[in-house]
């Protein structure tokens, strides 16, 4: 199909129906779900950047008559799609509903006050009654109607539960500000007291434990090794035996150095984030790496495969250069076939939470005496791109695990990265869940809540996706990254501000904090109010003690209230954690003890399988 040749109108969204086809230009989000039809005919490629609903920064090869999904983003070709599904049926509406059900199924928190209250206040009455009447009875003084009614009177003053209504909401209140200026956006009160209960963490893998920016990591040359010849570069740039070789830039110093300049250079107008990459890393190393008197032709982008390009130079020779998976790069659809160091370095990348990546060669001569595409290559290198961990990973988990919370991790990514990643942060691989659609992620959140009865407490989820948004409403508290999606930071109950991990520490640090000040401006509230109630009641009086009058008891009721504030206030003094030292000083609010394994169910406890797919 000629997509250049068609006729084509500009149409509101709203005008969207199943069945129509719409051409999508390079670089533009794809506005509804669909199936791709064809690509424009000056682009051998079609890839499409899903991160927004996978999570995963890797864009996802396309051929014709493979599902397209609203909200993704066309890179490299024009597209020719045919609607499936518009509004409420799309993918990205299905997450949106799953969303808001989550966030309507969350229990609303009873306030300890209120449960207090509840007691204190019928206990306060009947006791006012009981201290009218005893007065009454027993006091034979003329003024004793007088006596009685005003020592119920303060009995009912000084055991006014005003400290009790103010212990919560002021602790909150400076809670939420002092959150604030460590960069933390909490959403109200009850996610201060849910935080401060939480002992299970789980992270997103992809930007949110690591950067979601791939970077060149391992460079691997093969050369050496190659069973046609040996290659070994000399200080003049020469080489013996092997024309590959000779004559090459002058800045090139090592074979490292050389496979990684035809892998740019093959890899020079590609858009993919792997070849963005490997490109990136030739421009720090050198800047401008292809000299004047070497000539590029012959491009091409092959989806699910790689690119190849054809590079010649006066006194270099003739070559074509591949850049992608095993078959792609060997020049075979064979799959069977094997490269022993090469297979084994791409494993050991994997190992490590990198992706690997072929470099062939081939000369124009054997290319032309092959006289086949098929025509086998030679593998002169394995490239790992990595998605670099942030910095603060490490320390985060680290400082999670003292306070005895048990981190976890999922992701869509492939399990041998999850699981390299995971131990090189400190997760423990039985803790880790690869492979997973959003709708798994929120699965995992439901088992690991319903652990709660066996000791497994609460259940935060960390994420920055729109893949994330689920788990984060579905969690007893979602705390979502600053620079992660609009669609997650709705959905969660903290935002971090400053899209820093340690933040995350910061959140449970502060949340058991204030939990412990409300606590203690109860057990003040209510000693104070225990205390003053003998007085009040003048049970003291036979004994020559005092009788408190309703003004000094309005007076202490009163002290009550201005020193449960004042205790609240003190919040503002807060300092956070030191997350990189270790200190014995934290004793109260963090805890001591190692989080305790709690199994998931039967066949639970490393992959979690989502339930039902969203398409």
């Known amino acids: 199909i000629q997509i250049g040749a068609l006729t084509t109108q500009e ?36 890839f499409v950047d899903e991160s927004a609903l996978s999570g995963e920064p890797f864009p996802v090869a396309k051929k014709a008559g493979d599902l397209l999904f609203g909200s ?115 959403k109200g009160g009850a996610v201060l007291e849910s935080a401060h209960g939480v002992k299970v963490v789980i ?57 990684l300049w035809l892998a740019a250079c093959a890899e020079l107008n590609s858009e993919h984030p792997l070849a963005t990459a490997i490109v990136n890393a030739a421009r720090s190393k050198w800047g401008s790496f292809l000299p004047k008197d070497v000539r590029l032709t012959e491009q091409s982008i092959v989806p699910g495969s790689g690119v190849s390009c054809r590079m010649q130079k006066q006194g270099w020779g003739d070559w074509h250069v591949r850049v992608g998976n095993k078959e792609w790069a060997h020049g075979t659809r064979d799959d069977t076939i094997t490269d022993g160091q090469a297979e084994e370095e791409i494993r ?33 290198a394995v490239l790992g791109i990595a998605d670099p961990i942030q910095s603060e990973a490490r320390s ?27 131990e090189e942060i400190g997760i423990h691989p039985n803790h880790v869940c690869a492979g997973i659609k959003p709708e798994g992620k929120a699965d995992l959140v439901t088992r690991l809540q319903r652990r709660r009865n066996k000791g497994g407490g609460r259940v935060a989820m960390v994420g920055d996706g729109i893949n994330d948004s689920i788990a984060l409403a579905r969690a007893d508290v979602g705390i979502a990254i600053g620079a992660g999606t609009e669609i997650a930071v709705e959905a969660a109950d903290i935002v971090l501000v400053r899209s820093n991990l340690h933040d995350v520490v910061v959140a449970l640090h502060l949340s058991r904090a204030v939990f412990f000040r409300i606590r203690l401006n109860f057990v003040w509230a209510l000693g104070y109010n225990l205390l003053a109630l003998p007085f009040a009641a003048g049970i003291l009086c036979p004994f020559g003690g005092p009788h408190l009058a309703p003004a000094y008891a309005g007076l202490m009721m009163a002290f009550s209230s201005v020193s449960v504030v004042t205790s609240s206030l003190l919040l503002r003094t807060y300092s956070k954690p030191n997350i990189d030292e270790t200190t014995s000083s934290w004793t109260g609010l963090w805890s001591r003890k190692r989080p305790r394994h709690v199994p998931l169910e039967q066949h639970d406890e490393h992959v979690v399988y989502p339930p039902t797919e969203l398409i």
């Open 72 to 186: 993704t983003v066309n890179q490299l070709s024009t597209m020719l799609i045919k609607v499936t599904a518009t509004g409420s049926g799309t993918v990205l509406a299905k997450i949106v509903r799953l969303v808001e059900e989550a966030q309507t199924r969350k229990a609303p928190i009873q306030a300890q006050a209120d449960a207090i209250a509840c007691v204190f206040a019928p206990i306060v009455l009947t006791l006012a009654t009981i201290t009218f009447f005893a007065w009454l009875c027993w006091n034979k003084q003329e003024d004793r109607f007088f006596a009685a009614f005003t020592s119920g009177i303060a009995v009912i003053v000084v055991a006014c539960p005003c400290a009790l209504g103010l212990a919560t909401p002021t602790a909150v209140m400076v809670g939420t500000g002092v959150g604030a200026l460590n960069g933390l956006l909490i």
């Open 203 to 259: 992270f997103d893998k992809t930007g949110t434990v690591t950067t979601g920016r791939a970077v060149l990591g391992k460079v691997t040359e093969l050369m050496t090794t190659c069973t046609t010849t040996t290659t070994t570069l000399t200080q003049n740039n020469k080489t013996q035996n092997d024309p590959l070789g000779d004559n090459v830039p002058s800045f090139i110093k090592d074979n490292s150095e050389l496979v």
């Open 396 to 422: 985060t988990i680290r400082a999670l695990k003292k306070m005895g919370v048990e981190p976890w991790m999922c992701t869509g990514d492939h399990e041998l990265t999850a699981i390299a990643v995971a």
């Open 11 to 46: 149409v509101d969204i709203h005008e969207i129906t199943e069945g129509d086809y719409l051409v999508v230009p390079p670089g533009s989000r794809i506005p509804t779900d669909g199936i791709l039809i064809a690509t424009s005919e000056s682009s051998n490629g079609c």
């Open 348 to 380: 050991t990348l994997r190992l490590n939470g990198q992706v690997g990546v072929y470099v062939s060669v081939l000369s124009n001569k054997e290319l032309q005496a092959c006289n086949n595409d098929e025509c086998p290559r030679r593998v002169v």
